[in-house]
């Protein structure tokens, strides 16, 4: 029992540094970024491949809490399918945006950024230049849907 209740307070502790650690909105003074509170924030992170291939990630809240706390990251790249993401589509699993948007809550949850990344437009797995119109409706959907999430960073296009 007293390991037990060591192991609740030592999350407890971890989760408040984790917070604390965490600001909000970032931006950009000079040559800095910084926080919410004026504080210089470097970003340590790390890329979440699978979201640009598949509907639904591999990963969950135990692999996002284990690379904040055990690999002391605060950010994690996403790279996605426009198509996928204009389109929502899935006809197995949940909608692909509702993943996305689980993927980003995760972040939040543990104290970290997510850089949402417009990695593929189409199904085609390869690298092309975007279609604009894809781009345009891609991005206007991710800011739709994110504009009140103060933990996204956008990489326009891989």
């Not at 192991?7 to 600001?23: D, H, N, P, Q, R």
């Not at 417009?118 to 959907?141: E, M, P, S, Y």
């Amino acid at each position: 029992m007293m390991q037990k209740r060591m192991v609740v307070k030592l999350t407890l502790i971890v989760a408040l540094l984790i917070s604390s650690a965490f600001s909000g909105k970032l931006k950009v003074s000079g040559t800095k970024i910084l926080n919410d509170k004026g504080e210089t924030v470097v970003l340590q992170g790390v890329n979440m491949s699978g979201l640009e291939w598949h509907f639904k990630p591999w990963f969950g809240s135990v692999t996002i809490n284990h690379i904040a706390t055990v690999w002391k990251a605060n950010v994690i790249r996403f790279p996605l399918n426009a198509q996928w993401y204009i389109n929502n589509e899935n006809a197995n699993e949940k909608p692909y945006r509702t993943s996305v948007k689980e993927a980003v809550d995760f972040c939040a949850k543990y104290g970290m950024w997510a850089i949402l990344d417009l990695h593929w437009q189409d199904n085609n797995v390869k690298q092309d230049a975007i279609n604009d119109a894809v781009a345009k409706n891609f991005w206007g959907k991710v800011a739709t849907d994110f504009k009140t999430t103060d933990n996204v960073l956008y990489d326009l296009y891989n």
